[in-house]
């Protein structure tokens, strides 16, 4: 193809994109996915193409079609955010947890490298945090089950070795029953300790915004050491004033630096505590 048909093409096909977009606006997903499809006949290996046709099949539940053309936008661009982002969606959809969030998580933090719009980082986290809910919550049921079954085995062996020992001894029925009771109680201990890490509780007041009171996505810490959930403190940052809202000291955003080891700390928590995921 000549240099002079080639841009023709992209010409054409760019025009084809904003055609598609328009459309999209009002709602005509039909004729949007086809302007996106003659932009990619055109020009297949631009990513926003593919990545644009698999917006207008989401909004219309086409998740197999979602997927395929998500995958095409990546093997395009290993970077591209929406495309990981909707390919998680996609995967999710037919409950492939584990390489759903996955894919979320790359989304996420290629978001966060290139300082998206902070609604789109914020959607792409509410989606992460909604299916690792949904994989602790099914993992969790397997595991009470599993739980509560070895537990009624237990209790039922040790009835059986109680009755078996009371009929064997003469003269210390209450002291068998004491131990027998003081085991079933143990018992209970135990398998209640192996529950804990599924039972929600109070999330340590280290690993939360001292603003938002909620669980670190994305910590900084100031110069002064305060460590402020990032979205939140430039928030403030740009509404309120230059300043750090607990010490009051002078603050800028480019003073702000991520607290990794905050960020590590809340990643290990969430993945004993899964149900710490759950949004309000």
């Given at each position: ?11 054409q ?5 904003q ?7 009002k709602?005509?997903?039909g ?18 193409y ?27 661009d ?5 495309a990981?982002y ?9 409950k ?18 290139a300082?998206?719009?902070?609604y789109?980082v914020e ?45 064997q001894t003469?003269?210390?029925v ?17 398998f209640?300790k192996?529950a804990?890490?599924d039972?929600?509780?109070?999330i340590p ?11 670190f996505r ?24 230059k300043?750090d ?12 630096v991520p ?20 949004l309000?």
């Amino acid at each position: 193809m000549s240099p002079t048909v080639a841009g023709s093409a992209r010409k054409q096909a760019e025009q084809l994109r904003q055609d598609g977009n328009s459309y999209f606006k009002k709602d005509r997903l039909g004729a949007a996915i086809d302007a996106y499809t003659e932009a990619i006949a055109l020009c297949p290996n631009v990513p926003v193409y593919w990545t644009n046709r698999a917006l207008c099949h989401r909004k219309r539940n086409e998740w197999t079609r979602v997927e395929e053309d998500c995958r095409k936008a990546i093997q395009l661009d290993h970077h591209s955010v929406k495309a990981h982002y909707m390919l998680g969606l996609a995967l999710l959809q037919r409950k492939e947890y584990g390489e759903g969030v996955r894919e979320l998580e790359k989304a996420l933090d290629l978001g966060r490298v290139a300082t998206l719009q902070g609604y789109m980082v914020e959607e792409i986290w509410q989606e992460l945090a909604r299916a690792k809910y949904l994989e602790w919550e099914h993992e969790s049921t397997m595991r009470s089950w599993e739980l509560q079954n070895l537990k009624e085995a237990c209790e039922e062996a040790l009835k059986e070795k109680h009755l078996l020992d009371a009929s064997q001894t003469e003269g210390f029925v209450d002291e068998e029953a004491k131990s027998n009771a003081d085991q079933l109680e143990a018992l209970g201990r135990v398998f209640s300790k192996a529950a804990e890490d599924d039972t929600p509780s109070d999330i340590p007041d280290y690993l939360c915004c001292k603003i938002t009171l909620d669980i670190f996505r994305d910590p900084v810490i100031t110069p002064s050491g305060v460590t402020y959930e990032r979205a939140v403190i430039l928030d403030h940052l740009q509404k309120v004033g230059k300043f750090d809202p607990i010490t009051r000291e002078p603050l800028y955003p480019s003073q702000l630096v991520p607290n990794l080891a905050i960020k590590e700390a809340v990643r290990a928590y969430l993945d004993v505590h899964g149900w710490a995921y759950k949004l309000d």
